[in-house]
């Protein structure tokens, strides 16, 4: 497992920017798949983004496709999630996770390591 933790979060008003940062503990980083999942008040955890440990592959859910970026850092063990536009709808507790494989379809079952998440609040 590798220990991660997500930064950047906060309130922001909609259509602005946010950048999410996941710091990894362990220099396998490289090594895993990197994710972005979110959970919004009494829904359920949502995929957001993949991102193939070589960086060559990527997969985004509908509702973000166009205005969310993932992308790596391995040399520096990090993983961001550029976030454009924003709406109110993206308001949610966001996580990183970090799994050992890819596929194009991915599940927050394929990521055996997650941090505990960073809040992000869009008003209108």
């Known amino acids: 497992q590798v220990r991660l933790a997500e930064s950047g979060g906060g309130l922001v008003q909609a259509g602005a920017s946010l950048r999410l940062s996941c710091t990894a503990g362990d220099r396998t980083f490289s090594d895993y798949t990197l994710g972005w999942f979110r959970q919004a008040p009494g829904k359920e955890r949502e995929f957001i983004a993949a991102l193939k440990w070589s960086g060559g592959e990527t997969n985004y859910a509908d509702s973000v496709k166009g205005r969310f970026t993932i992308s790596r850092d391995n040399a520096l063990n990090t993983g961001y999630l550029q976030m454009d536009d924003l709406k109110p709808e993206d308001t949610a507790v966001y996580s990183c996770?970090?799994?050992?494989?890819?596929?194009?379809?991915?599940?927050?079952?394929?990521?055996?390591?997650w941090g505990r998440g960073t809040q992000v609040i869009v008003s209108s």
């Open positions: 996770a970090a799994g050992p494989y890819w596929k194009p379809t991915l599940r927050a079952a394929d990521f055996g390591s």
